[in-house]
């Protein structure tokens, strides 16, 4: 049958019009592509920057924990070093020998004995943290020969020197030299006046013990040895609340899931 061309063309103008505004599937994607359910129409809330990422205050956790900084307790503890007293190794004699022609500075007897009292506690005059105290605390680790006259013999002074006798000035710069690890005074300074009146001062009421052993008064047990008040716990090392889980790093993100 003749078919009129009109309607032929008026069929196909109708078909076209008819798929580009009446059938969008066919534009669109594939119906058979599976839908990803992060992916609807509206803005997938999954694709958003996770609130746990944003960009935060600097958290104050986050900066270097100041108790984290190197403890200055933790530095070397001069006390706990090898007790300089016990230390082997010879002194040169000469070193804590008074020379000759030298002699102890003068002054008012009852203000050098006050700067020696001083002195005597004062750990700046050695270069490990002793003082002349940390050994004689309260009158402690003075032989019985220490209520002798000087000149006299004193076993530390013989052990690391040599010296069977030994002058009380000269005895000050040998407990300089080697308990405190230090060089010996001037021998016409203030300083080693003082100390060696103190001294005096404390001989004169020096009793001696009975059966006091004759040892190295160094040998004894170590003043540094007491606890040390670095040692207790510090409160730094507790537990750090900034060390707490993350409350944002523990739930998994939904969205981070395989889609």
């Known amino acids: 049958m003749k078919q009129n061309p009109s309607a032929i063309r008026s069929a196909i103008l109708a078909s076209v019009f008819g798929m580009a505004f009446g059938a969008p599937a066919a534009f669109a994607q594939s119906p058979c592509a599976p839908r990803n359910p992060c992916a609807p129409r509206k803005m997938n809330p999954c694709s958003a920057k996770n609130p746990c990422a944003a960009k935060m205050a600097k958290n104050p956790c986050s900066a270097k924990n ?3 900084a190197k403890n200055p307790c933790t530095a070397k503890n001069p006390c706990a070093a090898k007790n300089p007293c016990a230390a082997s190794g010879n002194v040169d004699a000469k070193l804590v020998t ?4 030298t002699h102890l500075a003068k002054g008012n007897h009852a203000e050098l004995v006050s700067l020696g009292k001083k002195l ?17 605390f309260g ?13 006299h013999f004193v076993q530390m002074a013989d052990d690391r020197g040599g010296m ?10 040998f407990c300089l030299v080697v308990p405190m690890a ?4 001037a021998w016409d300074s203030r300083e080693l006046a003082a100390l060696t009146a103190y001294t005096a001062d404390v001989q004169k009421t020096f009793k001696p013990k009975a059966g006091a052993a004759a040892a190295n008064p160094c040998a004894a047990k170590n003043p540094c040895a007491a606890k040390n008040p670095c040692a207790v716990k510090n409160p730094c090392a507790a537990k750090n609340p900034c060390a707490a889980k993350n409350p944002c790093a523990a739930k998994k993100n939904p969205c981070a899931a395989k889609m």
């Open 139 to 151: 009158g402690n680790s003075y032989l019985n020969t220490f209520a002798k006259p000087y000149p």
């Open 66 to 68: 100041p108790c984290a």
């Open 164 to 173: 069977k006798k030994i002058e009380l000035d000269e005895m000050v710069q």
């Open 120 to 136: 005597f506690s004062d750990t700046k005059l050695s270069t490990n943290g002793l003082s002349c105290n940390s050994c004689h």
């Open 182 to 185: 230090t060089k010996p005074l």
């Open 98 to 101: 008074r020379p000759a022609g």
